[in-house]
């Protein structure tokens, strides 16, 4: 009798077990930290090594993808929509989360009633940070030294740019330069490999993180900043579930539940290393793999990494108010208005300076107001606490500006969006990439366009 054929084999999603020792690592390093915290404190490198291991494939990657984003699209004006549209929306969201952190700080006055040591006072004029660059160099520096360096310096702006000329120079080029996007095709499927077997180490690095953090800042200093702490995080948690979440559902139509359900795993990743850049290479992944165009999510993602930064506004807002209050010379709103706008273009100037929320808070009041300075020593103890809610809520900015963004600019596939979402496209967690299916796939507009042309 014949046999009924085999079914055909499925891979076997191995990772989840991965994320469930993240998640047992996260909760050993809180009890390291709590109860041997100078251990703790000892195990940052583990923290700092896998976040540099991350870091090491963003530039990358994030030339991989421009490249074959722009190279497959047909008209240079498109991309340059995208930008348009990408750098308004950055401009107007964080005027938002600058808002709202405002409207919150002025009601909650979490500054009241501290008192500031000398010691204190020291602490915050060493967070001024000498690297921050004012808006002219800041421009300057986004042009790197050589074609190469912009790849082993780390600078995801100067990547952005060499990407940018390599795509339009490829698109110029035609059929001419498709051997070419055939390699760096290739070199992407490579780049997402050696990044899937990176993120084997993060429950190490997320032990190390954790414990470090937990070891150096301790029960005391959450007792006594408490208060500022939930307002941050409440003022977080507002923002991205009723501002962002009403705005994808009015304009893309999807629930920001579902959205985040998908990208669980990248929250948990950002959770446990307290960097949003951790995360970067996997939300552009994902950003394709749900059916984002590669133009769109090459621009958006790494752009909104230096200029969508949404939990940083709110934080320099609410911190800014605390302190303050706690120096005992409350801001009137007309002063509260002009520093809070210096700080979104202070913001922009120190995008990829190490710590940069502490950073460029402390670079911001010394330029704007300097007696300020001496509160950021309040904060210091717990800003790796509060840089957990910053991150998340960053990279929960990017992610639903892109699907923002690649509506407006019609390059989503919607029916796939919604199959992803609902779990019929699963993402395949060893590659990165669609192994089946083509890495720059043609929307029904560029399908037009090539029939036309």
């Known amino acids: 009798m014949p046999t009924a054929p085999a079914a055909p084999t499925v891979k076997r999603d191995r990772t989840h077990y991965l994320y469930i020792a993240v998640i047992a690592a996260v909760a050993l390093g809180i009890v390291v930290g709590l109860i041997w915290p100078d251990a703790g404190v000892e195990l940052k490198p583990l923290g700092t090594g896998f976040v540099n291991l991350i870091k090491m494939m963003i530039s990358p990657i994030i030339f991989c993808t421009i490249v074959l984003g722009i190279g497959s699209v047909r008209k240079a004006a498109k991309v340059g929509a995208?930008?348009?549209?990408?750098?308004g929306y950055f401009l107007v969201m964080s005027l938002v989360a600058l808002s709202i952190g405002l409207v919150v700080g002025n009601i909650?006055?979490?500054g009241d009633g501290l008192h500031l040591t000398e010691a204190l006072k020291a602490t915050g004029h060493s967070q001024v940070d000498a690297e921050a660059l004012g808006p002219v160099d800041f421009v300057l520096s986004i042009i790197p030294t050589t074609f190469v360096s912009a790849f082993t310096e780390g600078q995801v702006l100067q990547t952005l740019l060499i990407?940018?000329?390599?795509g339009f120079a490829l698109q110029a080029m035609g059929s001419v330069g498709q051997p070419v996007l055939?390699?760096?095709e290739h070199i992407q499927r490579l780049v997402f490999r050696i990044l899937g077997m990176i993120m084997w180490a993060a429950p190490i690095g997320a032990f190390g993180a954790i414990a470090a953090v937990v070891g150096s800042a301790g029960l005391d200093a959450l007792k006594s900043l408490a208060v500022l702490m939930l307002g941050f995080y409440v003022t977080c948690v507002l923002f991205v579930f009723v501002v962002l979440g009403a705005l994808l559902r009015i304009v893309a139509g999807l629930?920001?539940?579902t959205l985040f359900k998908y990208l669980a795993r990248e929250f948990l990743l950002i959770l446990s290393t307290s960097s949003s850049e951790s995360a970067l290479p996997r939300l552009i992944a994902k950003m394709e793999h749900?059916?984002?165009?590669?133009?769109?999510?090459?621009i958006t993602v790494p752009t909104g990494y230096s200029f969508n930064l949404d939990g940083t506004m709110i934080y320099m807002t609410m911190a800014s108010l605390y302190i303050a209050d706690a120096l005992g010379t409350p801001m009137?709103?007309?002063e509260q208005i002009p520093l809070l706008l210096f700080l979104l273009l202070a913001s922009k100037g120190a995008a990829g300076v190490s710590g940069a929320g502490l950073a460029t808070l402390a670079g911001g009041l010394q330029s704007h107001k300097p007696a300020l300075v001496d509160g950021v020593g309040l904060i210091v103890g717990i800003d790796r606490f509060m840089s957990e809610a910053r991150a998340l809520t960053n990279f929960a900015g990017n992610s639903v500006a892109t699907v923002?963004?690649?509506?407006?600019?019609?390059?989503i596939d919607k029916t796939r969006v919604r199959q992803v979402l609902a779990g019929e496209l699963p993402f395949d967690e060893t590659t990165l990439l669609d192994e089946g299916r083509s890495t720059t796939p043609e929307l029904p507009e560029q399908r037009e366009e090539l029939a036309k042309a």
Do not use: C, E, M, Q
Not at 404 to 411: A, H, Q, V, Y
């Open 163 to 166: 990407a940018l000329l390599a």
């Open 332 to 334: 009137s709103i007309g």
């Open 182 to 184: 055939r390699g760096v």
């Open 108 to 110: 909650l006055h979490p």
């Open 82 to 87: 995208v930008g348009g549209i990408a750098l």
């Open 404 to 411: 923002l963004i690649g509506t407006w600019t019609k390059d």
């Open 290 to 298: 749900l059916g984002v165009s590669k133009a769109v999510v090459g």
């Open 255 to 257: 629930n920001i539940f």
